[in-house]
């Protein structure tokens, strides 16, 4: 076959449907190794020190360790290297052990979970919460429960695909609309036969940095009675006043029925959240599949977001200095003729058109020690391929300024924006 990876892209193999079931690995081993060879191929790289402004990370083509300037992980306020949280994790571990070690209603849910579920609760004002392993299975849990055959998923097009995922294990309709356009979910509403319809929208767009026009939005499902759903899974600890997000941002806190989080991103563990009231979050809790036959997040990493929340209780600098880092670096990327779409936070994409022009920049990136997403299908659209840049508290301002000159040097490279 000899396949050369030129020639395919990564959305081809996702569909690529053979006479056998496996007929695709020989397909795709073969672009995977000429993606190698060619010097596109910059993925899983294993790191070898913590998600900071720089990183170590292995490199296959030296065969050895290079440092890189960081701007690929989500520890947005740096919380996951904070001295008492790791002491607090330690402490934890060193009292119950590495995991959870069962499924929550069994024997996995913990003092510490439940303290956590009580203090997420608190902090978003709702009644009640629920902390699944993972934001990915929070999303998955909580739409497949509340969705039946029939119900309708009205998602936003740019909506994360564990949204599109929980819909889709509800066995409900999925209706799009057009990203960000209260116009557009108004048709779409408007045409449904049925009232049981979940509206679900991002507060930052986890792929544009956008932030969701929530007033409008929320006017329109309330005019056809729609229920809504937000995930703040950026959002939550950066956005509004008290850190609770987009929706606290916009002051429509009470006009959201569910609001999902996660513990990956700002908290920089690992774990996900749904609050709503308290006889929902009871019905997720006994009917949710992900929560329910999963095992249930380890207790030393609840006893850490538990420390987080009391770091960011009491001092927010983290949080002002990311949005500082975030404003800076926006303001930088435009100076210098990039185009980052609408970015109002700290997800700032740097666009790069088709997939090709995005592997040849992404190895010159990688060649000059800069870690960034590197963004194609199914992630987002094959011809909006873009860089993604996670700024974060941490990150100097000499430190965004070689960011941005490496970005110009790459871009200059690999001409045609299209
Ligand atoms: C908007 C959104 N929701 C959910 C998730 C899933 O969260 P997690 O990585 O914690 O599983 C992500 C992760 O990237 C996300 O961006």
New binding site residues.
């Given amino acids: 076959m000899n396949k050369k990876s030129k020639d395919h892209t990564h959305q081809e193999f996702i569909e690529f449907q053979g006479d056998d079931l496996f007929d695709v690995k020989n397909f795709f081993w073969e672009f995977l190794q000429d993606g190698i060879r060619q010097k596109h191929y910059i993925f899983l790289n294993p790191l070898t020190t913590a998600p900071v402004s720089q990183v170590d990370a292995y490199d296959r083509y030296t065969d050895g360790i290079k440092r890189y300037l960081n701007f690929s992980s ?1 520890n947005y306020l740096g919380y996951s290297v904070y001295p008492e949280v790791i002491r607090e994790v330690q402490d934890t571990l060193a009292k119950y052990g590495t995991g959870a070690a069962s499924a929550p209603l069994f024997s996995g849910y913990y003092d510490v979970t439940k303290r956590l579920e009580e203090r997420i609760a608190a902090f978003k004002n709702k009644e009640a919460a629920l902390v699944f392993p ?6 998955v849990g909580v739409l497949s429960c509340i969705l039946k055959p029939g119900d309708v998923a009205v998602l936003d097009i740019l ?2 695909a ?2 599109y995922d929980g819909a889709r294990l509800a066995g409900a309709d999925i209706k799009v609309f057009s990203h960000n356009s209260p116009g557009h979910l108004e048709r779409v509403l408007r045409s449904l036969k049925t009232k049981r319809a979940l509206v679900c929208v ?1 507060g930052v ?3 544009d940095g956008d932030l969701a026009k929530l007033p409008e939005i929320i006017a329109v499902c309330k005019k056809y009675g729609a229920k809504i759903l937000i ?1 703040e ?2 959002s939550t600890l950066i956005f509004g006043e008290h850190g609770r997000g987009v929706a606290e941002h916009f002051g429509v806190e009470n006009d959201i029925d569910i609001s ?1 989080g ?4 700002s908290f920089g563990a ?3 959240f749904a609050v709503a009231d308290q006889k929902l979050i009871s019905y997720m809790r006994f009917s949710a599949r992900s929560y329910i036959f999963s095992c249930a997040m380890a207790p030393h990493t609840a006893a850490g977001i538990l420390k987080i929340l009391d770091i960011y209780t009491k001092d927010k600098s983290q949080r002002d200095k990311l949005l500082d880092n975030a404003r800076y670096m926006r303001k930088a990327l435009t100076k210098a003729g990039f185009d980052i779409g609408d970015t109002q936070s700290q997800v700032v994409p740097v666009f790069v058109g088709k997939e090709m022009r995005l592997r040849e920049i992404g190895r010159r990136i990688y060649e000059k020690g800069l870690y960034a997403g590197i963004v194609t299908y199914p992630a987002v659209s094959a011809k909006r391929t873009r860089l993604r840049l996670s700024v974060s508290a941490y990150h100097t301002k000499e430190q965004m300024d070689a960011c941005v000159n490496i970005l110009k040097e790459a871009f200059a490279d690999v001409p045609g924006g299209e």
């Avoid at 993972?134 to 999303?139: E, P, R």
Wanted: proline letters at 0%; hydrophobic letters at 30%.
């Fill in positions: 989500y993972t934001g990915y299975s929070a999303n909506a994360h564990s949204l991002e767009y986890s792929m995930d899974a950026h999902i996660t513990f990956s991103k690992i774990g996900g």
